[in-house]
């Protein structure tokens, strides 16, 4: 298998963003129907509204624009405001600190009365070759001329990047947790609180920062506008970590793990591996929704003081109260004073009617705030305190209602509402009310699906949406209800793939699941749940050891909230059968994404409920908790537990899984005495002979690697070359990806220690290009090494010293630390250091510079046009 003629993993979760360059208030409507094309293109709008702060820290809007794909620029008559000590305004500064290769959209609106400093701007603009520029006389045509110049601008990059069909896969299912969220509405009235929370990082004396508030404050957008306006302070990356459906502490340091890229294959204790992997980096981690696991929260501690350049930007409801944390309030944003004239020019100058104004536009196009509404949005503003979500939830309702009739109607049903709920916190009261009250005017069916939807985790489907309404009182009526619930703004939907997704907020998920207990039916929809997710696991599975590999792996990311919930669902309702099956199924999935610490959690919870279970469930359970002990904790009841394993899937007659468990008690038996080598050797041998009688490839293949690297460490190099050979013929044959870059990297290693380099550096190529289109950190840090030494046996110096340093950095950052044992490069590098110090130290200095696709591109001069297309998508 060469280059990329398989897709790679990876499931994307971010759209393209468009910076929106503009004065405000003169080109107010202009930005609007601008926003509307850019949401008609399925894309991100960043129009950070900056009228609080005329001349906002440059370093604010150049994080913004560094986080930005594609530059819009809006000019009429106003070159904008130039604050004291500045040259420039901040109009002109935008465009000056938009970066050259950025593609650039100016729209000029045709005027008689230009500033005179816009008009040398404008012509400057018209010199620069890199930006196109068109005029405009009205919003309604800049929105059309946006919209179709936004389509022609898509197309032409995606002409000019197109590659194979099969490439475009995912990226790793990592990557959909790690990446900063796009928000797809215009972040409004946060100008002040953005900044403090830039100053508190930039100044690094705090390790955590903790967003602190009621649901509905808007913690979440603040930490993803703080994370976007803070990468130039964070080199190393920022990392956006989804807690809302973790509830087990002991799932933390596995969701960061997966956030970071790192595999958790056992082999290594994780928490150690984050640290190291933190260690000497100057990142920035985002824990989001960190209340419900806090009993946990020394954890970071624990990683700060290994890691001290890290910083964790934390949202919670509760503070966390451990050492290094700075707690910052969340306020609400600023209303009308109801001892002050309801004017016009109030409301627009208040953050929360400019909120409610904006939102209310989402749900009706043509509404604006007025003389007759001013006083009625800023009555309706006061009641909800300033709550955003509150404050939108209000919005979606004109619609319907005009804002007269929204503040009449909260004005009689919020009081007797938050009256209900006494034992909440003020502002928890009242944005409970306010759900209360605008799920109150749904129809009935239309409600019961909200409260039925809360027993989803993070994100869902229509399909399963759809599938869970069987027998509910919303039967058939999956599309249109989901359709009403985001027009309410109760439910929102992004699209992933061309495939629309929906979710629920946290604090709206909370209080429909919360409803559902209420009304007695959560066991029934938690089976109805789990069903479905049994369902499509049997569905995927197997196309997990299969030609449907990288897909399989790319949806089951998708799916892995909801894989957890319904794990979740099945042992909290006692079908502990059904869990350790639904655990087995996906146990290949487990391996690839290097998830076995969460299902450790699941399956010692299983073990600790004390009631009866089958043979295979409790071999299952032991199997899957035992995994990271045999290679972290071996010892002699490791060994003996993974024999009862052997012993009760024997019973069971699941002869695959008990040949797996012998695999694995032989490797227990390697890591906890030198002594068992000769009987794990036999063990391991039987293990392959029975998994290749039935059929069974992807665990035949892992057995033989193991066989490998227990020759090799015994020194029969020709042994382990023979059964490298075998475990990548067996996984090419079954088109398993992910086993034949494994075992194909360790035959490259034998045969370059063997003499046979050419053969090697094609090995080498192979696997590297095969790790770079599943997106797996490890083959490709194992690739580069290899490439590595072929470069130092050659003399080169300068090319081996930077694909090296090009290489640690990728282990540093996934924190992976192999025995030396297996290391080809090091020798070979050290030899070379000697003879060519200069030469080296000048690569290994370049090599610090290099990004992956640089590093892959240097180590393989003669990539073809295939193999540069799957370096495009790393």
């Not at 890691?307 to 009308?336: H, M, Q």
């Not at 066991?523 to 997990?544: I, Q």
């Amino acid at each position: 298998m060469t280059g990329v003629s398989h897709p790679a993993i990876r499931t994307p979760d971010q759209r393209i963003r468009v910076f929106v360059s503009s004065t405000l208030r003169e080109l107010a409507e202009e930005r609007r129907a601008v926003r509307a094309a850019v949401e008609r293109m399925r894309l991100a709008p960043v129009m950070f509204e900056l009228g609080a702060r005329p001349h906002p820290p440059r370093e604010l809007y150049r994080s913004y624009l560094a986080q930005s794909d594609v530059f819009v620029g809006i000019y009429a008559d106003s070159y904008g405001w130039v604050a004291p000590d500045e040259k420039i305004s901040g109009l002109e500064d935008e465009y000056d600190l938009a970066p050259r290769e950025m593609p650039k959209l100016i729209y000029i609106k045709a005027s008689e009365g230009r500033e005179p400093r816009l008009t040398e701007l404008i012509d400057r603009i018209r010199a620069d070759d890199t930006a196109a520029y068109l005029p405009f006389r009205t919003a309604e045509e800049l929105e059309q001329r946006v919209a179709d110049d936004l389509a022609t601008l898509l197309a032409e990059r995606f002409d000019d990047s197109r590659t194979a069909p099969e490439t475009e896969a995912a990226e790793s299912a990592a990557s959909l947790v790690a990446r900063i969220p796009s928000l797809y509405t215009t972040t409004i009235g946060r100008e002040r609180e953005l900044g403090e929370v830039r100053d508190l990082l930039a100044r690094g004396e705090d390790r955590v920062v903790s967003l602190i508030g009621p649901g509905g404050i808007g913690k979440s957008r603040l930490a993803i506008e703080a994370a976007m306006a803070t990468a130039d302070l964070f080199p190393d990356g920022v990392y956006f970590v989804a807690l809302e459906g973790v509830l087990e502490s002991g799932l933390l340091l596995p969701t960061i793990g997966f956030a970071l890229g790192i595999r958790d294959n056992g082999e290594a204790v994780l928490e150690e591996r984050i640290s190291r992997a933190l260690e000497g980096r100057r990142v920035l981690l985002v824990l989001d929704n960190f209340e419900q696991i806090v009993d946990v929260a020394p954890v970071l501690v624990r990683l700060y003081t290994v890691a001290p350049l890290a910083r964790f930007l934390v949202t919670s409801r509760i503070v966390l109260r451990i050492r290094g944390e700075r707690v910052f309030e969340v306020p609400a944003l600023p209303f009308p004073a109801a001892d002050a004239p309801a004017t016009l020019d109030r409301a627009r100058r208040s953050a929360a009617c400019t909120l409610f104004a904006d939102r209310a536009r989402a749900a009706k196009p043509d509404f604006e705030l007025t003389d007759d509404n001013a006083g009625a949005v800023a009555a309706i503003c006061r009641r909800l305190e300033g709550l955003p979500l509150a404050i939108e939830l209000a919005a979606a309702k004109v619609r319907l209602l005009t804002p007269q009739g929204i503040a009449q109607r909260l004005e009689r049903s919020l009081p007797l509402l938050t009256a209900a709920v006494r034992d909440l916190p003020d502002r928890h009261r009242t944005m409970r009310a306010t759900i209360d009250w605008s799920v109150s005017l749904l129809p009935d069916i239309q409600r019961d699906m909200l409260v039925d939807l809360g027993v989803f985790a993070t994100r869902f489907t229509l399909e399963a949406v759809e599938a869970l309404g069987a027998g509910r009182s919303w039967d058939g009526n999956g599309l249109d209800g989901l359709t009403a619930l985001v027009d309410g703004s109760l439910v929102k939907q992004t699209e992933i793939e061309g495939r629309s997704v929906f979710s629920l907020l946290a604090i709206v998920r909370e209080y429909a699941l919360g409803r559902l207990k209420e009304s007695g039916q959560a066991h029934l929809m938690r089976a109805a749940h789990a069903d479905y997710y049994r369902a499509l696991v049997a569905r995927l599975a197997p196309g997990l050891t299969g030609p449907g590999q990288a897909e399989s792996v790319a949806e089951l990311g998708l799916e892995l909230p909801n894989l957890r919930a319904a794990i979740r669902h099945l042992i909290y309702t006692d079908r502990l059968d059904d869990a350790g099956d639904f655990a087995w199924g996906l146990l290949v999935y487990w391996w690839i994404a290097g998830l076995f610490g969460g299902v450790r959690v699941w399956m010692l919870e299983l073990l600790g409920k004390e009631r009866p279970i089958t043979p295979h469930t409790r071999a299952v359970a032991w199997f899957l908790a035992l995994w990271g002990e045999m290679w972290q904790r071996p010892s002699a009841e490791v060994v003996a537990g993974l024999g009862e394993c052997v012993r009760l899937f024997t019973e069971s007659g699941d002869a695959e899984a008990a040949a797996m468990a012998l695999a694995a008690r032989a490797t227990a038996r390697v890591q906890f005495s030198g002594a068992d080598v000769d009987k794990a050797e036999k063990e391991l041998r039987r293990a392959s002979v029975k998994l290749h009688a039935l059929g069974n490839g992807w665990a035949e293949a892992l057995s033989e690697v193991s066989l490998g690297r227990l020759a090799w460490v015994r020194g029969r190099t020709d042994d382990a070359l023979a059964h490298f050979d075998r475990a990548t013929s067996v996984a090419t044959a079954g088109h398993d990806l992910f086993t034949t870059s494994v075992a194909g990297n360790l035959r490259a290693r034998l045969n370059f220690l063997g003499g046979d380099i050419e053969t090697a550096e094609k090995e080498f190529v192979q696997t590297l290009m095969l790790s770079i289109g599943l997106h797996y950190d490890e083959g490709v840090a194992y690739g580069l090494e290899g490439l590595c030494a072929v470069a130092a046996a050659r003399g080169d110096a300068w090319r081996a010293g930077a694909v090296s340093v090009a290489a640690a950095a990728i282990r540093h950052r996934i924190g992976v630390f192999d025995v030396e044992a297996f290391t080809v490069h090091t020798p070979h590098l050290n030899l070379l250091r000697e003879s060519d110090p200069e030469g080296v130290a000048a690569g290994e200095r370049a090599g610090a510079e290099l990004s992956i696709p640089e590093a892959v591109a240097l180590a393989v001069p003669d990539l073809d046009r295939e193999q540069r297309a799957s370096l495009a998508h790393w």
